[in-house]
């Protein structure tokens, strides 16, 4: 059974770097093929891909927003890290942690997303 | 990238079908069978209800189809029921490993 869930802070405050925390199990990102991204979706509007890691340790960003962004794995722990710095009040969002399937990069599992509100 | 367009919104009523698009370019959904579609209920997460464009994940009902003509998806709820009220995002693979999303359809069933 393949769960996902997302942990870090709920508030955050401006110019302030984002960490979020994505603990999975019934996989493992060592196995080939694996991949697992960050997906974000403001309140009330779409959904809109972060980054991505590869089982292989080769890491993609949103073209928008590669500058902001960093992705890591710790494979012992089952763990992605995406961190996101100069939080803005335009990041608030509910941040999805997913693993995607490689042969297309859709998203067969999704965890249950985490919201983090920027606001001083 | 730009997302996709989507409409804001269909309606339907009980048992009847409905199709929301979704429009692209050559450079996404034009140019790879790589679209997917995923259901939103309020307040969770999305669910993959069709992938590379025509293909059910396990335990997606056959009431929904996917289809693609040039640079235009397209997603086909049949004998809609009060479950399939949602939120309906699509999805497409970009090139260079990026993917874009659509705006989203509000589905609802009257």
């Known amino acids: 059974q393949v769960t996902l869930r997302e942990s870090g802070p709920a508030l955050v405050k401006p110019t302030q770097t984002l960490t979020l925390t994505c603990t999975f199990s019934?996989?493992?990102?060592?196995?080939?093929?694996?991949?697992v991204s960050w997906i974000r979706q403001p309140p009330g509007k779409a959904l809109e891909w972060l980054a991505r890691?590869?089982?292989?340790?080769?890491?993609y960003y949103s073209t928008s927003l590669k500058t902001r962004l960093t992705i890591s794995k710790d494979t012992s722990k089952n763990q992605v890290v995406l961190t996101m710095t100069n939080m803005d009040p335009v990041d608030t969002a509910t941040y999805y942690c997913a693993r995607i399937v490689p042969s297309d990069l859709s998203v067969d599992y999704w965890g249950q997303g985490t919201l983090v509100t920027v606001s001083s | 990238q730009s997302a996709l367009t989507q409409p804001p919104s269909a309606s339907g009523s009980p048992g009847q079908s409905v199709t929301i698009s979704c429009t692209g370019t050559?450079?996404?959904?034009?140019?790879?069978?790589?679209v997917s579609w995923y259901r939103q209920h309020p307040g969770k997460a999305p669910k993959l209800m069709i992938y590379e464009v025509t293909k059910r994940p396990s335990g997606v009902p056959g009431r929904f189809s996917g289809s693609k003509s040039g640079n235009t998806a397209s997603l086909t709820v049949s004998g809609l029921q009060a479950e399939d009220e949602a939120d309906y995002y699509c999805?497409?693979?970009?090139?260079?490993?990026?993917?874009?999303f659509g705006g989203g359809t509000k589905l609802t069933v009257l």
């Open positions: 999805s497409s693979y970009a090139g260079s490993n990026n993917v874009i």
């Open positions: 050559s450079s996404d959904v034009g140019g790879y069978n790589f």
């Open positions: 019934g996989f493992s990102l060592s196995t080939s093929g694996m991949c």
């Open positions: 890691i590869d089982w292989d340790d080769d890491k």
